[in-house]
Structures are given as structure tokens and as C-alpha cells.
């Protein structure tokens, strides 16, 4: 029952070129950046990114995208990443938009074993071009497809030795619903305590979705944009 890793490294050794992967975090906020910079140093190719965005130029999976790892992404949010919009809009990069609440729900019924649902979001646009579409109480809907992941990377605060999570105020984000629909899922934690140290009432996570722990080497938090009052 013991899943942790020795390194974040470890952790990642057997995703490979053309892997799916789910990563965690809202901006730059619960982003498992160790795993990211772990991937980054694996070298793989061809990845397609499930992520609400793809971090910035130089920070969270945008160094992913630099390096010309990733083929695809799935994000509801491109606008902070200068790389990101020049490959989309050349050709080089295939990215698939969706609705943020959409692209939440997509990740939770794949969770959950949920193949597809109906939302009225996007019907009429873009977004439903291709898509099955049916009226309900008089509303148009379109079909959206339940999303899993070979691995999914995520972020969380504390983790005993089973795999159980705790996350932290923002940063716990897209990361809970991301752990249920990876086949494997990797968490990298700050802190590991004992079993029976976290609170069974405050466990986010469950240990039965997680199947990897590891300990972050080096947590830097970035501030995607930093706002400040001015002082009197």
C-alpha cells in the first residue's frame, strides 16, 4: 500500500512519446510543476495535454510546449502563452477548445464512467460543429464526450503513504477531478504524514484513484500575475 516515489523522475519513467496526460492547476496555481520539469527532462514527444491552460511562455507546461513535446492540447484557456498562440496559429500545434465549465465536466464523467452528456453550452457556435445535438424541455444540446488519460498529473498539499489528498485553498482546482480519470495518477505532494494523520473528513482525494506519490524537490509557486494594492 506504500506508493511512494523516491523522485519525481521515478514517478514519470514510464510515460512515453505520444502519452495522454491530464495535468492539474488553474494558471500557474496547483500545477504539479515538479512532475512537468520531470517530464520536460524525460525528453518524451508527441504528448497530448489535457489542462484548463498551458501555462505561461517560460513556466508550468509551457516549457513543455517550447521544447516542441506536445502535439495537442485540450484547454478552455490559451491567452497568457505567446508559444502557444504562434504554433496554433500556424498549423503546428492541434488544439481542441472547450467551454471551461464544459471542459470540467468532460474530466469529471470520465471520472466517473460517464461516456457522454448533453449541455446546452456552445450550442449554435463552433464548439458544436461535428457534434450530436438534441433538445431537451425545449433547449438545444450538444453531445460532449467524458475525457480519461493514461497518466494524470496532479498537485495536491498533503498525502499519507496510501494515496490519500489534501489540497489547498486554490490550488486544488481542476486537480481532484483529474485524479479520478487518469489511469494512473501521480500525485506530488509538499508534505507526507503517517496514515491515519489526515483527517478522513477533509480528504479531497480518496487513495483508491491515486496510484503514485511523490514528495515535489523544489516548489517554486509562481504569480501568473501579480496584482498589488497600493499602500496609503
Not at 510515460?15 to 491530464?22: E, L, P, R
Not at 488544439?95 to 449554435?124: C, D, H, K, S
Not at 506519490?213 to 517554486?220: A, T, Y
Request: glycine content about 12%; hydrophobic content about 40%.
Amino acid at each position: 500500500m506504500d506508493k511512494i516515489y523516491p523522485s519525481s523522475a521515478s514517478a514519470v519513467t514510464d510515460i512515453g512519446d505520444s502519452a495522454v496526460i491530464m495535468s492539474g492547476g488553474f494558471g500557474l496555481s496547483g500545477n504539479p510543476e515538479n512532475l512537468i520539469r520531470a517530464l520536460h527532462d524525460k525528453g518524451v514527444r508527441d504528448l497530448t495535454i489535457i489542462s484548463n491552460n498551458c501555462g505561461t511562455t517560460e513556466l508550468g507546461l509551457g516549457i513543455l510546449l517550447a521544447a516542441d513535446q506536445v502535439k495537442k492540447m485540450i484547454s478552455s484557456y490559451v491567452g497568457e502563452n505567446k508559444v502557444f498562440e504562434q504554433l496554433f496559429l500556424s498549423g503546428q500545434l492541434e488544439v481542441e477548445l472547450n467551454p471551461q465549465g464544459t471542459l470540467a465536466e468532460r474530466i469529471r464523467a470520465g471520472g466517473a464512467g460517464i461516456a457522454g452528456f448533453y449541455t446546452p453550452t456552445g450550442y449554435g457556435t463552433a464548439i458544436a460543429e461535428g457534434k450530436e445535438t438534441r433538445e431537451f424541455d425545449g433547449r438545444q444540446c450538444v453531445l460532449e464526450t467524458g475525457l480519461r488519460a493514461d497518466f494524470a498529473l496532479v498537485k495536491a498539499w498533503k498525502a499519507d503513504r496510501w494515496g490519500n489528498l489534501v489540497y489547498r485553498k486554490t490550488a486544488r482546482n481542476f486537480n481532484p477531478m483529474m485524479a479520478t480519470a487518469g489511469k494512473v495518477t501521480i500525485a506530488e505532494v509538499e508534505e507526507i504524514v503517517e496514515v491515519g494523520e489526515l483527517d478522513a473528513d477533509q480528504i479531497h482525494t480518496p487513495g483508491i484513484y491515486v496510484q503514485r506519490i511523490v514528495k515535489g524537490e523544489r516548489f517554486d509557486k509562481p504569480i501568473e500575475q501579480r496584482t498589488v494594492r497600493e499602500r496609503n
